[in-house]
């Protein structure tokens, strides 16, 4: 009886630890960003108090307003490169997925020659940095004439995003058994079918992480889009967001409004996105 | 013989003709033409760029704009663009301290405009425009140097007015020297609520005032002969102006690391007394929505140094039309456009300072019934006079980054002020010989 | 010719090849090749001066340049190991939440959403150390009078970069170990707990060897993936001050455009390469360690 009540006080000590953890470790996540979304509603006077004024007294959508009242009055042309960012990251996002199903599978499915050596050397094209391709890189698309076009950062980012994409999913792949889908052919499944049905389906948790993880790489990308954007053409969200610095003076207000322009769509699709994480659990039910 | 005589008159001629037809009708008709430009972006600059419109209808040319980014990153751009040899567009927008950069892909104005217009600009302007003697960019209504603001209402106070007499033996006003600044600051300060002053601690931006207040010292940067001359006496003064107000925590601990955006939101907090800045603040400073100190803001030209000149590092932006240009009259008279008075007043107005006599005139006129606005323009106005450029080498920019760790080394006590200046002067030398400029 | 059919592996990963290649590896040549030159962005002619080695000489006795190497092996070394850890814990404590997990996973990924220059500037405001937000709390609470100098200090700007650093990248361990633990079979969690393990040692012998493999491509990709601490840094101290913070990335870029000396900076980028290599094979031994560990059918 008593150790009963012991366990079961245990039992609950260890529930409210974990909630109060969860609790703790979300909050820090979540502050610093509460903290933007507030700057973009409040007057700066408030954000950049001392004291600090930790309730904020008015909450106003003038930065909002101002943004999309058109260049002139406080406004960037936050249409187009809403527009632009949508289009590249997108693409780009469904290009690396399924060049890296195609690479992630080859590596997990097929033995050949030298596979350890390219798998390396895909990994490795991640290790060039980013200053040291820049400026080739924007050598090689003026002579193709595809600078400040979708084309072009498509293209970048897809780079990118391959080699986390084949590795990912490779491991996910590895992951599935292969009796299974030797099963599925031997009921009568193409291999194409029995990728469909049976090992896709399983390796869902990976396509969609690995999804949402390019997406995020190129929503939020800066270094690349900053050389290789120039106009309302291809300029996307993230270089947008230097419209409201000027030389001596930033508009911090401005630039969190345009910040919550950013996040909004990404925090959307992430939630839509990530409920193909739980198809994991499933996988243990197959097996099981 | 007769022949080239005879080329010769006739490029004369269209030369005059070409000139004359410039001076009688600017904008002038250029049916057909079309120009690629790229212009700096963001909300403070692109208000003007709706007077392109304007200028399209009334010459029938066109315009196309290929590339609008932010200052550093045009930079960035214009310098990849001359690496790979793609400078195929015509007009850029430039600026007095990035321009010295670009040798040979700008073309001199003089040539395409008639000089009368061009004596409608501020001398000053056209001085810091123009690189071994050819005029490289015409100068819009973006034109900054900095003054000095401070709180009045701890000028006004009675306690601190006989404290600060007692304690300094003079009495205490708005400063006109530098020294005044250091006495004030110190006396104001009380970290870490309030502070006496503070300033601009990395990148260019602590080589520019170090620049000024060098100058207001009486010492020089770069000498005749283009070597680095600032580990002089004066610059051993004019660095320890910073050393030393850091030592007595007078300024925000912080300072080394701030650049334009910390100070202003500093000095909006209402946490620092005095501060030295730029125009585009003006109206920030005093709008209740943005800064604590809305209401209580004055300001003066910036103080002397004990050479008696007053610090004006100072800069603007412009535009240039390209070397490569294939209509250069066309793209002269587009910014010829962008910078004329009605451009100038559009700009003008909403803050910045302009860069043509006639336009001063006007916004000072404009601002009778705003004592604060006239406070402003009357500060900056009288900071213009003695304004001027960052040194007109290449290698300017280059020259900043190798210099600043070292101010910021001898204002945190690593190092001596002559030792981190002569360490200073020491990679500037090396950077200019490997340049080829020395 | 016609007969001819190329491998399927072959076929699958030449979309792969095509797009690297075209990207990545063709500009590669070209900046190798400038990394032998004086190349200088407002000097094209310079490229084609060949001046072998120089530039590699003279970093291999440039002071600056191998401090500034040995500060980012430190901030990688620092930074990835306590993202791995704090990755873990929140992967775990939002897989056992029994409610709200789109929610909470959602939540979780919430920094990976703020754009690097956004970071650099939020981070950079709250550790100002006259108006910042954190000076402002630890004022208001009481614990200290003073301004501290977050972003002076040499330790604490290294500390405070660190924090921005975790903070935005923790995210990207937290998912991929999510991932991997979602994904894991069941059965084995129970046969322990039928064979009387305590939790934690089904954890380090069931759970964690399953897991690790996430955890270290998560760890390799973000050993690469150095821009978002490259834009971080640029914002928050620009490798100041006196150089107290400044990292190989900075350095770098600073150089190539500021500087405009490509030449050189390309030459600071190959051996830059060399550290980003030897992080890449050591976690790819671990891995390949590690899948061995889990069993045959890998």
Known sequence: MDENAGHRLKRSLLKAGHLIGLFLAMAIICLPGFWIVLSSLRPTVEIMAKPPVWIPNEISFD?????????????????????????????????????????????????????TAIFLGFMLTRTVPG?????????????????????????????????????LIDGFFRQVPRDLAEAAQIDGCTRWQAFWQVEFPLARPGIASAGIFAFLISWNEFALASQLTRSTNSKTLPVGLLDYTAEFTIDWRGMCALAVVMIIPALTLTFIVQKHLVSGLTSGAVKG | MNKLLAGVSAGVLAFVAGGAALAQDLPGKFEGVTIDAKLIGGQQYENLYSRIADWEAATGAKVNVISKKNHFDLDKEIKSDIAVGAVNWCVGSNHSSFAPQYPGIYTDLNALLPAEEIDAYVDANIAASTLDGKLVMLPRAQFDVSALYYQKDIYENEDNKAAFKEQYGYDLAPPDTWEQVTDQAKFFANPPDFYGTQYAGKEEAIN?????????????????????????????????????????????AGTTNYLWDDLGQGFASGTVAINLDWPGWAGFFNDPGASKVAGNVGVVAPPKGS?????????????????????????????????????????????PLPTRDAVWDWVIAEAADDPYR??????????????????????????????????????LGDKTTQQALDDAAEEAQEILEDAGEL | MRGWKPAPHVLLLLPAFIVLAAVVVVPLMLSL???????????????????????????????????????????LTFALNLEMVLGLLLALLVEKASRGQRILRTIMMFPMMFSPILVGFQFKFMFNDNIGLVNNALQSLGLTDRAIPWLIDGQLAFISI?????????????????????????EPLEAAKVDGCTPLQSFRYVTWPFVMPFAFIAMTIRSLDIARAYDIVKIMTDGGPAGRTEILWKLIARTAYSDARMGLANAMGYIAILLSILFTLLFFRQLAKARQQVGAEW
């Open chain 2, 307 to 351: 050479s008696g000149a007053r610090t004006g590092w100072s800069g603007h932006h412009g535009f240039s039309v390209t070397e490569s240009c294939e209509n250069k009259e066309a793209a002269a008279s587009l910014i010829w456009f962008l910078t004329n008075e009605d451009s100038q007043k559009l700009e003008a107005a909403a803050g």
């Open chain 2, 208 to 252: 520019g005032r170090f620049y000024e207040m060098l100058r207001a010292e009486g010492g020089e940067y770069l000498d005749a002969d283009g070597r680095p001359a600032f580990n002089s006496e004066a610059g051993v003064r004019a660095l320890n102006w910073f050393v030393d107000l850091y030592s007595a925590k007078a300024v925000p």
């Open chain 3, 33 to 75: 090749y400038s990394s032998f030159t004086p190349f200088r962005l407002t000097r094209p002619d310079s490229i084609y001066t060949f001046i072998g080695f120089r530039n590699y000489e003279r970093l291999l006795t440039d002071k600056d340049f191998w401090i500034a190497f040995g500060r980012t092996v430190l901030l």
């Open chain 1, 131 to 167: 200053i040291a391709l820049s400026l080739p890189l924007f050598f090689v698309y003026a002579k193709l004439g595809i600078i400040d076009t979708h084309f072009g950062m498509i293209l970048a980012y897809v780079a990118l995003n391959v080699p986390f994409t084949v590795w």
């Open chain 2, 374 to 411: 006239k406070e402003v323009l009357q500060a900056f106005q009288e900071a213009a006079k003695g304004a001027y450029p960052v040194p007109q080498s290449p290698s300017w920019i280059e020259i900043s980054n190798a210099v600043y760790p070292q101010l910021q080394a001898a204002i």
């Open chain 3, 162 to 186: 660190l924090i921005a650093e975790i903070w935005s990248s923790t995210a990207v361990f937290a998912i991929f170990i999510l991932a991997g633990l979602m994904a894991m079979p069941r």
């Open chain 1, 63 to 115: 930065a909002y307003v101002a943004m999309f009242s058109g260049v002139g009055q406080g406004g960037i042309p936050v249409l187009e490169y809403f527009r632009n960012s949508v289009i590249i990251s997108v693409t780009s996002t469904v290009i690396a997925l399924a060049v890296g199903m195609a690479g992630g599978y080859a590596f997990a499915r097929y033995r050949f020659r030298g596979k």
